[in-house]
């Protein structure tokens, strides 16, 4: 058994090596090949993130709270809005010391912060009268971000499912395409030097009117307008069921494709493989699916979160490569004191279990079966990329790794094609309801031929989802 202090000394250790190759992640950029994101020191960089929409609204001492348990689960980005706007979070649009993100209103008086308007157009807060204590306290927010090694994809102006009450798209049409696209040139230059933010544009809204085009282009012109930025990079959440680069409107804009489903009706693998295999090729990561606790066992605002939610990060990641992000409903409208009981659920650890995972793996050379050249690995026992029975699988270009996720609907037997593999192949089932590992085959298998593999039955969690692993080291 380790000494109580001795193991005290081993984890500041490593939380100093973590600090001093954090200081050292960003800026990021494309790979070579295009699909997924690396570090300044061109180390592969996959998105594991959690969605914090309302971040901004907690005090110093909150944000460090959760960006705390976000590291200790292994994740390394967060999904924000820089100014918050729907009535279900917390207190928007204040910080917890109850600034507002603008001073004035359209019309010249002070602005509240109040975000309903007899008159909009007279009433609603002008984005060229920045509150300087508010953008302090985002600046010191996405330092210390950065300190930890932690991604931003970080919305100027999310604009909200249909328009409305959620977003700001209203404020952005008020203001006019003048203003938006000053606003864009402000926040960019702002934070110009700042290297760990992804732009992210649109919001719950993939159509726009003659007006909200307007509104939204100039914002985005502006943001990419100031030079010598150090964070470059732009996705979006289109409206569910769509791809950020499908966009008709703005998909041009986008470099990197990100999938954003909620729906069972446009199912995660369907619209995730999509997004792998969009003409031009960018690093593709599953922003937005069905949350965990916002189904029938939570906050029921999707009755498509059904448990165990891990399948959607699971098989997004299967299909993308790139990454994925996952969320809470009762965490990201960040309401003290209910998020904090929700920080550590079952679908929170599995998450910490889907990053150790892919951490410990060549994740980067992972390609889509029947993607990309890669063969279609499972030759029977699969269904469409449109059935919750749908089988993910990935193998590596070097002939080096396969992953197959089977789904708790799946039944029955998957035949692998083997000859994707060199060398000697090890077999072993991934529970990922507690991460521990179970032999699938005894000694080596050949790289050559087929072979039919049968998962164990239910997991630990009762559940009977699993992760077959074929690789030519052993697994333990």
Same mark, same amino acid.
């Given at each position: 058994?380790?000494?109580?202090?001795?193991?005290?000394?081993?984890?500041?250790?490593?939380?100093?090596?973590?600090?001093?190759?954090?200081?050292?992640?960003?800026?990021?950029?494309?790979?070579?090949?295009?699909?997924?994101?690396?570090?300044? !020191?061109?180390?592969?960089?996959?998105?594991?993130?959690?969605?914090?929409?309302?971040?901004?609204?907690?005090?110093?001492?909150?944000?460090?709270?959760?960006?705390?348990?976000?590291?200790?689960?292994?994740?390394?980005?967060?999904?924000?809005?820089?100014?918050?706007?729907?009535?279900?979070?917390?207190?928007?649009?204040?910080?917890?010391?109850?600034?507002?993100?603008?001073?004035?209103?359209?019309?010249?008086?002070?602005?509240?912060?109040?975000?309903?308007?007899?008159?909009?157009?007279?009433?609603?807060?002008?984005?060229?009268?920045?509150?300087?204590?508010?953008?302090?306290?985002?600046?010191?927010?996405?330092?210390?971000?950065?300190?930890?090694?932690?991604?931003?994809?970080?919305?100027?102006?999310?604009?909200?499912?249909?328009?409305?009450?959620?977003?700001?798209?209203?404020?952005?049409?008020?203001?006019?395409?003048?203003?938006?696209?000053?606003?864009?040139?402000?926040?960019?230059?702002?934070?110009?030097?700042?290297?760990?933010?992804?732009?992210?544009?649109?919001?719950?809204?993939?159509?726009?009117?003659?007006?909200?085009?307007?509104?939204?282009?100039?914002?985005?012109?502006?943001?990419?307008?100031?030079?010598?930025?150090?964070?470059?990079?732009?996705?979006?959440?289109?409206?569910?069921?769509?791809?950020?680069?499908?966009?008709?409107?703005?998909?041009?804009?986008?470099?990197?494709?990100?999938?954003?489903?909620?729906?069972?009706?446009?199912?995660?693998?369907?619209?995730?493989?999509?997004?792998?295999?969009?003409?031009?090729?960018?690093?593709?990561?599953?922003?937005?699916?069905?949350?965990?606790?916002?189904?029938?066992?939570?906050?029921?605002?999707?009755? !498509?979160?059904?448990?165990?939610?891990?399948?959607?990060?699971?098989?997004?990641?299967?299909?993308?490569?790139?990454?994925?992000?996952?969320?809470?409903?009762?965490?990201?409208?960040?309401?003290?004191?209910?998020?904090?009981?929700?920080?550590?659920?079952?679908?929170?650890?599995?998450?910490?279990?889907?990053?150790?995972?892919?951490?410990?793996?060549?994740?980067?050379?992972?390609?889509?079966?029947?993607?990309?050249?890669?063969?279609?690995?499972?030759?029977?026992?699969?269904?469409?990329?449109?059935?919750?029975?749908?089988?993910?699988?990935?193998?590596?270009?070097?002939?080096?790794?396969?992953?197959?996720?089977?789904?708790?609907?799946?039944?029955?037997?998957?035949?692998?094609?083997?000859?994707?593999?060199?060398?000697?192949?090890?077999?072993?089932?991934?529970?990922?309801?507690?991460?521990?590992?179970?032999?699938?085959?005894?000694?080596?298998?050949?790289?050559?031929?087929?072979?039919?593999?049968?998962?164990?039955?239910?997991?630990?969690?009762?559940?009977?989802?699993?992760?077959?692993?074929?690789?030519?080291?052993?697994?333990?």
């Amino acid at each position: 058994m380790i000494h109580a202090k001795k193991l005290l000394c081993l984890l500041i250790a490593l939380v100093a090596v973590f600090t001093v190759y954090s200081q050292n992640v960003f800026p990021l950029k494309t790979s070579a090949d295009g699909r997924y994101l690396v570090d300044r !020191n061109n180390k592969p960089f996959p998105i594991l993130g959690r969605t914090a929409w309302f971040i901004i609204t907690q005090s110093e001492s909150g944000y460090k709270q959760f960006l705390s348990n976000t590291l200790a689960h292994g994740h390394n980005a967060v999904e924000m809005a820089v100014i918050t706007h729907w009535p279900t979070g917390n207190h928007a649009p204040y910080t917890a010391a109850g600034q507002a993100p603008f001073l004035k209103t359209l019309n010249g008086r002070n602005w509240d912060g109040t975000l309903t308007y007899n008159d909009i157009n007279m009433e609603g807060p002008d984005l060229l009268t920045p509150n300087e204590a508010y953008w302090q306290f985002v600046d010191s927010f996405l330092s210390y971000c950065e300190d930890q090694g932690i991604l931003v994809l970080m919305f100027p102006g999310y604009t909200g499912y249909n328009g409305g009450e959620q977003g700001w798209l209203q404020e952005l049409v008020a203001n006019g395409p003048q203003k938006c696209e000053a606003y864009g040139a402000w926040i960019a230059a702002r934070f110009k030097n700042r290297p760990n933010i992804i732009w992210m544009l649109l919001g719950d809204m993939g159509k726009f009117n003659a007006a909200q085009q307007q509104a939204e282009a100039a914002l985005i012109k502006g943001l990419k307008s100031v030079p010598g930025q150090l964070s470059t990079e732009y996705t979006a959440e289109s409206f569910s069921g769509q791809n950020a680069a499908d966009n008709e409107t703005f998909g041009h804009e986008m470099t990197m494709n990100a999938s954003y489903t909620w729906e069972l009706g446009v199912p995660v693998p369907f619209i995730a493989r999509k997004a792998y295999e969009h003409t031009p090729v960018m690093p593709s990561f599953l922003l937005e699916e069905p949350y965990d606790e916002e189904g029938p066992d939570g906050n029921n605002y999707n009755p !498509n979160a059904t448990q165990p939610v891990r399948r959607f990060q699971w098989w997004g990641w299967l299909s993308t490569i790139g990454g994925y992000m996952s969320g809470n409903g009762y965490v990201w409208p960040f309401i003290d004191p209910v998020w904090q009981f929700h920080l550590n659920t079952q679908a929170a650890m599995d998450m910490a279990r889907l990053n150790g995972f892919i951490k410990a793996i060549d994740w980067w050379k992972l390609i889509p079966s029947g993607l990309g050249g890669m063969k279609n690995l499972i030759t029977a026992g699969n269904s469409s990329d449109t059935s919750a029975a749908y089988v993910a699988a990935a193998a590596a270009g070097d002939g080096s790794l396969l992953l197959a996720y089977i789904p708790p609907a799946h039944s029955g037997s998957i035949t692998i094609d083997m000859s994707v593999l060199k060398g000697k192949v090890y077999a072993a089932w991934f529970d990922p309801a507690i991460g521990s590992y179970t032999s699938a085959a005894e000694g080596s298998l050949p790289a050559s031929g087929s072979r039919t593999f049968t998962p164990p039955g239910k997991n630990m969690a009762g559940d009977t989802d699993w992760v077959l692993i074929l690789s030519t080291k052993q697994v333990h």
